[in-house]
């Protein structure tokens, strides 16, 4: 299993495995002008000096493209207890390819952003997980919050 970070020229992979992540979690009647967006902040993003977004990738055994992927953010909150610093990793668009799953391609993808974290002194990290991925989560060390989430749409 060859796990990486991914470069801009895995954008077109990355906005592919996105599509089949949210095509399992929400509505699948939607068009596709998230898309295009999508790959030009990929590719913007991912070639920056200083990067805050990286994605964790596997790439598929018979190098026809990617298996799985993994989206990190750091966001620089204010600082509070328990993290002076204000530093929080976000994890999302976790995702495998449907016929490459159960052979723990997401598990490293999800590690290897965690490691890419800790290099930058990001000292926790956030996620939202549907329930098929809960227990992957709860086994790599994540614990749910009291904090409940709430969106307001603009």
């Given amino acids: 299993m060859k796990i990486r970070l991914a470069t801009p020229a895995d954008?077109?992979?990355?906005?592919?495995?996105?599509?089949?992540?949210?095509?399992?979690v929400?509505?699948?009647?939607?068009?596709?002008?998230?898309?295009?967006?999508?790959?030009?902040?990929?590719i913007r993003r991912l070639?920056?000096?200083?990067?805050?977004?990286?994605?964790a990738v596997a790439e598929r055994p018979d190098g026809s493209g990617l298996a799985a992927s993994a989206v990190g953010l750091i966001e620089e909150r204010l600082g509070g207890p328990g993290n002076p610093g204000g530093r929080v990793g976000y994890i999302f668009s976790v995702v495998t390819d449907p016929d490459m799953r159960r052979r723990g391609y997401?598990?490293?993808?999800?590690?290897a952003l965690l490691e890419?974290?800790?290099?930058?002194?990001v000292p926790v990290a956030?996620?939202?997980?549907?329930?098929?991925?809960?227990?992957?989560?709860?086994?790599?060390?994540?614990?749910r919050t009291s904090d409940p989430a709430m969106r307001m749409r603009l």
């Fill in 116 to 121: 890419w974290f800790r290099t930058r002194g």
């Fill in 26 to 42: 929400s509505r699948t009647d939607w068009d596709d002008d998230w898309r295009e967006p999508a790959r030009e902040s990929l």
């Fill in 11 to 24: 954008a077109d992979e990355l906005v592919r495995l996105r599509g089949i992540m949210l095509g399992s």
């Fill in 106 to 111: 997401s598990r490293a993808c999800v590690e």
């Fill in 47 to 55: 070639a920056a000096a200083e990067p805050v977004l990286a994605a």
């Fill in 126 to 143: 956030d996620l939202r997980a549907s329930p098929d991925g809960e227990p992957l989560y709860t086994s790599l060390g994540f614990a």
